[in-house]
C-alpha cells in the first residue's frame, strides 16, 4: 500500500534534551495545530555530545540517547495511533570520520584488508589513510613524548588510534615512530587538511568521511535499520540529506524505490536558476528551498530594491556585481578550503587523460584546466554517468568549456577533459566525473551560501540557501512557470535548520524592499555609533542583523549578535578567518552591535518600529503562501509561533512549548501567526481534493500574491488590495494589507 502523503509536515531537531519522549508528550499539541506528519531529524547513533546528529557513527542502531529503538517504535505507534504519520531524514553520504566509528575503527587497524575498507570512499592508491587529527606536528609531540601505546593502540591526549600490530607486540615497541610508519594510516597536523587528504569528505568537513552507497554491499549494510523500520509500519517517509554528495544520485534513488516502493521520498536537492528536478529520479519533490525563495521574491517591492541599491553602494562602496563575488569567492576556497579536493582531481585527471593522444597534460596545465571547469559551473553538478550525457549537460558543459577558452593559457586540457567527461569510455573517465560532480557542488555551497553571501550585503533577504542575492524579485511569467510545475507532493519550507535567516527574520529584511528609505535613515544614524575599525560594509550588515532579531530580551539578544557577527566576518573571510581570527575587527563588530541595540532600546526610532509592523504584516503573507502554494507546508519546530534567528546554532535554540500551547488565545503578531497556521492547516485537510488539483497563479499587477481556481471556485490571497468574495482570513492595513477569500 502506497503511503498517503502529507498535508502538513512539523520538523523536529532532536538531540539537545529534545528526545522521543519529550516528542511524544507534545502529540496532542501538533495535531490540535493540524500536521499531519512529525519529521524528525537524523535519529541513528551520532559522535558523542552531537548536537544534529548527521555525523553519524553507526546507520544500524538508534541513538540511545534519544531512547533508543524500544523508545522509537513506542513514538511511532503513539504517533500512529493519534493520526501522525512519521517521516525520517537519512544520511546515506557520510558517516564520522573518528575512530568512534566502529567501521572505521576496524579499517584503521586492518587497512585495505579490513571488510569494511570497501564501505568508505578512501583513495588507497595514494598511500596510507591520512588522518589530520594532531594539534601540533607529528615531530613536535613525538620529542614531548605525547604518544603512548596502550592496549594495542596508539594514544595521544583523548585518542586512541587503533594500531595493525597486535597489542603486546605494539607494547614491546618503544618508539612510537617506528610503529607509526607501519600503520595503515598516517597521523598529520590538523592544517594539512588542505591538501593532504585521502578520503572524501563532506564540503570541507573533514571529520565526515564519504561513504560509497552506489556499492550494493555498502547500501545494504548503511540501509538495513531504515528498511527495517519501513516494513515495520513504523516509518512512512524519508527525507534524503545532501543527494548531490552521492556518486550517482538517481541510481541511488532507483536502488531506494527498489526495496521501498510504496514510501515517498524527498531530496534536500538546491535547484539553481531555471534549473528542474529531473522527474526521472524516484521521488516526490525536493525538501522544499526553491519554494522559500519563490516567496520572498513575490513579497520583495522591486522599486524598493531599486531605491535601495544606490544606497547600499555608496553607503559601503562596494561596486561588484554578486556574480563576481562569487567567482571571487570560488577561486579562494578552491585554492584554500577545497584545495585538498583540486589536488585530488589533478591527480583523477590525469589518469583519465594519460592514453589520450590528443593532450599532454602537466601539473599546472590540470590544475588550471579543471579551475575553469569548477568556476564555470552554474549549477551544483551535473549528473553524468555510465552512458554519453544527456542533452541538457551536454549543452552545459560546452558553455562551460567555451567559457574557459578565454581564460586559459590553452584549451587543450579543458576541452579534452570536457571530451572524457561527456563521453566517458573507462573507469579513469567515470572515476573524474563523478569526483568532479560531487566538488562542484561542494563548492558553489561553500563560495556562494557560505562567503559570497556574507559579503555582498545589500538585501540579506535574497541571501539565502537556495536563492539568488542578484534576482531578489520575480515577474509573473517566472513565478507561474515554477507553479505551473511543481507537484502536490512537494515540500515548502520558510524555516530549517540550514536557512541564513529564520522565516519572521527574513521577513523583516524583506520589509526594507517595501520602506528603503526607513532602513536607510536607521543605516546613517547607526553609523555615528560604529567603531572606525569597523568597514561600512559590515555596518550596513549589522544594522540588517539587529533590525533581524530586534525584539529578543535584550541580553539575549546582544549574546546572540554577537555569536552571529563572530561567524558571518569568518564565514565572508575579507577580515578574520576561522583559523586566523582578526580580534580587533571582531571586537568592532561586537561594539557596533551592542551600541545599536542599547541605542534603540533607549528611544524605538519610528522607522525601526515602521519595519517592525511591516515585517509582521509580510510574515502572515508568508505564512498564507506557504501553506496555499501548490505542494504542503513544511513547519519547522516552534516557527508556528514567531520565530526570529540567524544562521546555525542560533537558528537551533530550544523551544519553549509552554508559550506556544497558549499562544493562539493572545493577541498581536504571535496570537495571529498561530491562528491563521491552525487555519490554513485545517483549510488544506478539509479541502484536500481541491488542494491536490486546482491551478496555481500570480498576478502581481493586481496584488494577487496567489490564486488557486479548481472546482469551479478559486481561492485568492491578496496583498494591499481589496478582493471580492468571501474572506476567511484579513489583517494588517495600507499596502500590506492580507486578504485570504473564496471567490
Request: charged letters at 25%; a negative charge; aromatic letters at 8%.
Amino acid at each position: 500500500m502506497i503511503q498517503p502523503l502529507p498535508s502538513a509536515t512539523y520538523r523536529i531537531q532532536m538531540r539537545g534534551g529534545v528526545t522521543f519522549g519529550h516528542v511524544e508528550h507534545h502529540f496532542d499539541y501538533l495535531v490540535g495545530l493540524g500536521v499531519s506528519h512529525i519529521y524528525l531529524s537524523p535519529i541513528f547513533a551520532a559522535s558523542e555530545g552531537s548536537t544534529h546528529g548527521y555525523d553519524i557513527l553507526d546507520p544500524t542502531r538508534i541513538e540511545p540517547s534519544l531512547g533508543g529503538r524500544e523508545d522509537f517504535e513506542k513514538l511511532a505507534r503513539a504517533a500512529h495511533a493519534v493520526g501522525l504519520g512519521i517521516i525520517l531524514d537519512i544520511v546515506p553520504n557520510h558517516t564520522a570520520f573518528t575512530p568512534e566509528n566502529e567501521w572505521l575503527k576496524d579499517v584503521l587497524r586492518h587497512g585495505p584488508q579490513s571488510p569494511f575498507a570497501s564501505f568508505f570512499d578512501i583513495d588507497w592508491s595514494s598511500g596510507p589513510l591520512v588522518l589530520p587529527w594532531l594539534p601540533e606536528p607529528f615531530k613536535v609531540m613525538q620529542s614531548r613524548g605525547d604518544f603512548s601505546v596502550r592496549n594495542g593502540n596508539l594514544c595521544f591526549a583523548e585518542t586512541e588510534i587503533p594500531l595493525a600490530m597486535e597489542g603486546g607486540e605494539a607494547d614491546r615497541v618503544e618508539d612510537p615512530s617506528i610503529l607509526h610508519d607501519r600503520q595503515h594510516w598516517r597521523l598529520r597536523h590538523w592544517e594539512l587538511e588542505r591538501d593532504g587528504i585521502t578520503h572524501r569528505r563532506f564540503f570541507n568537513v573533514t571529520s565526515l568521511i564519504g561513504m560509497r552507497v552506489e556499492e550494493t554491499a555498502v547500501f545494504e549494510a548503511t540501509h538495513r535499520l531504515i528498511i527495517d523500520l519501513v516494513h515495520a509500519g513504523l516509518v512512512d517517509g524519508l527525507r534524503v540529506d545532501h543527494i548531490d554528495g552521492l556518486a550517482d544520485p538517481k541510481s541511488y534513488l532507483d536502488r531506494l524505490a527498489e526495496y521501498l516502493p510504496e514510501t515517498p521520498v524527498w531530496v534536500e536537492k538546491i535547484l539553481v536558476g531555471d534549473e528542474k528536478l529531473d522527474r526521472r529520479w524516484k521521488t516526490v519533490g525536493t525538501t522544499g528551498y526553491e519554494a522559500s525563495s519563490l516567496i520572498a521574491r513575490l513579497l520583495t517591492d522591486a522599486n524598493g530594491i531599486e531605491t535601495l541599491t544606490p544606497l547600499w553602494r555608496r553607503y559601503t562602496g562596494v561596486e561588484e556585481e554578486f556574480s563576481t563575488a562569487l567567482e571571487a569567492a570560488k577561486l579562494e576556497i578552491l585554492h584554500n578550503e577545497l584545495s585538498a579536493e583540486l589536488h585530488q582531481l589533478s591527480t583523477i585527471a590525469g589518469a583519465c587523460l594519460a592514453d589520450d593522444p590528443g593532450v599532454e597534460p602537466g601539473p599546472e596545465g590540470l590544475r588550471e584546466g579543471i579551475t575553469q571547469l569548477l568556476l564555470g559551473m552554474p549549477r551544483y553538478r551535473t549528473y553524468l554517468n555510465d552512458a554519453a550525457a544527456s542533452g541538457e549537460d551536454r549543452a552545459l558543459m560546452e558553455q562551460i568549456v567555451e567559457r574557459a577558452k578565454g581564460r586559459v593559457r590553452s584549451s587543450r586540457i579543458v576541452e579534452r577533459l570536457a571530451h572524457h567527461l561527456i563521453e566517458p569510455a573507462n573507469h579513469a573517465d567515470r572515476r573524474f566525473a563523478t569526483r568532479l560532480q560531487q566538488v562542484s557542488g561542494a563548492l558553489l555551497a561553500k563560495a556562494q551560501e557560505d562567503t559570497a553571501g556574507f559579503r555582498w550585503t545589500r538585501y540579506l533577504a535574497a541571501n539565502e540557501v537556495g536563492a539568488e542575492p542578484e534576482q531578489p524579485t520575480v515577474s509573473d511569467d517566472e513565478a507561474n512557470a515554477f507553479l505551473a510545475e511543481r507537484r502536490s507532493s512537494e515540500m515548502t519550507l520558510t524555516s530549517s535548520h540550514d536557512t541564513k535567516r529564520s522565516e519572521d527574520s527574513r521577513m523583516r529584511v524583506v520589509a526594507i524592499s517595501h520602506y528603503p528609505d526607513a532602513f536607510h535613515s536607521l543605516v546613517a544614524d547607526a553609523d555615528r555609533l560604529a567603531p572606525d575599525a569597523l568597514p561600512r560594509r559590515w555596518r550596513w550588515y549589522i544594522v540588517q542583523s539587529v533590525l533581524a532579531l530586534w525584539g529578543v530580551e535584550p541580553q539575549a539578544l546582544k549574546l546572540r549578535l554577537r555569536q552571529h557577527n563572530q561567524k558571518a566576518l569568518r564565514e565572508a573571510k575579507l577580515e578574520s578567518y576561522w583559523t586566523k581570527p582578526n580580534a580587533t575587527v571582531e571586537g568592532a563588530a561586537d561594539s557596533f552591535s551592542d551600541i545599536l541595540c542599547d541605542h534603540w532600546q533607549k528611544g524605538e526610532p519610528t522607522a525601526l518600529r515602521k519595519l517592525v509592523e511591516a515585517g509582521q504584516a509580510l510574515s502572515l503573507a508568508q505564512l498564507a503562501l506557504k501553506c496555499l502554494l501548490p505542494g504542503f507546508p513544511d513547519i519547522y519546530r516552534g516557527a508556528e509561533a514567531p520565530f526570529f534567528a540567524l544562521t546555525d546554532p542560533d537558528n537551533r535554540l530550544p523551544v519553549d512549548w509552554s508559550t506556544m500551547l497558549n499562544l493562539a488565545d493572545s493577541q498581536g503578531f504571535g496570537g495571529d501567526k498561530v491562528r491563521l497556521t491552525r487555519l490554513l492547516l485545517a483549510l488544506r485537510r478539509d479541502q484536500a481534493s481541491f488542494f491536490s488539483t486546482a491551478v496555481a497563479a500570480v498576478d502581481q499587477d493586481s496584488g494577487t500574491i496567489l490564486r488557486r481556481t479548481g472546482e469551479g471556485r478559486t481561492l485568492a490571497v491578496t496583498l494591499g488590495r481589496e478582493v471580492a468574495g468571501t474572506p476567511i482570513w484579513q489583517s494588517g492595513s495600507g499596502d500590506l494589507r492580507l486578504v485570504i477569500a473564496w471567490r
